[in-house]
C-alpha cells in the first residue's frame, strides 16, 4: 500500500539557546511529535549574529539527540568526555540516557550554517541506560546512487546499504536528493511512523506537492514514493517504530509521567544528573 500525505506543516520561528534563531518543526504548536520524534530543529542562516550565542552546557535526560550539520561547524563537549568538532556532513548521535551535560558551539563558521538537531525519544525500558557519544564523519556515511537519486544513509538500512549510526530505537534517517528523472523508493517496515522534511526545491509524494521548508507527515501505508517537482528537491527521511507512551517534557527532559520530570529537575540541581 502507497503511502500518502496525512498533513503538511510549516515550523515556527523560535529562539533557544543562548539567543539562537531556529526554525523548529517538530515540537511545535503545530506539530508536537511524530512517535517517536519528538523534535527537529533548522537553524540556517548566513548571518553570525543568528546562532553565534550557540548552546552552552546544558542538561539531557531520557532522548538521543541527532545534530546533522550540511554547512558549517559546532564544537560538541560533554560531561562523559566525548566531544569533537562537527563540520560539514557531520553527524552527531549523542544517546542522553539517565542524563548527560554537553554544549554546542559555533566555530569557523565564515558567516554561513546549516544543520539539523533531531530528538528521539527513549522507550521506558531505555531511559535511564548509560549515555554514549558517537562522531559519524561524512566518510563514514555511505551514500546510493541511482540516475536522478542521491540517499545518504545516516541510520537504518536502504537498498541493503546500512547507515552507521548506532541506536537505540529503530530508525532510518536519510538525507535524499532527487530530480525531475529519479525516484525515491522505499518500503518501510508495517507500524512505522514516517514523515518527510523538504529543506531545497520541491518534491511530489502520491498528488501532493510539497515545497521547500515544509514537513509532511505519511500515512500509515509502507511502500513510499517520492519524485522530484520541477528541478527537484532534497529532503529529510525518518521513519521509526512509536513507542506508544506518553509524552512528557520539562525543558531538555522528555520522560514518561511529571514525577519523572520533577526527579530530573531535582538530580540535575544535586548534581547527580550525569
Known sequence: MNSKVKQVIKGQHVVDGAGVKINRIIGSYSLEHIDPFVLLDEIKSDDPEDYIAGFPTHPHRGIETITYMIKGCFRHKDSRGGGGLLSDGCVQWMTAGKGILHSEMPENNNGALWGFQLWLNLPAKDKMVEPRYQHLTPEMIPEVKRKGLSVKVISGTYEDVTGPAKNWVES??????VDSTGKFEY???AGMNSFVYVHTGS??????IVRERELAELDDGTDVNISGEGSGGGFLFLAGHPNKEPIVRGGPFVMNTEEEIMQAYRDYQNGVLF
Open 172 to 177: 532510518e534517517y536519510f538525507d535524499v536528493s
Open 203 to 208: 518534491v511530489k509524494i502520491g498528488t501532493d
Open 187 to 189: 518500503r518501510k517496515s
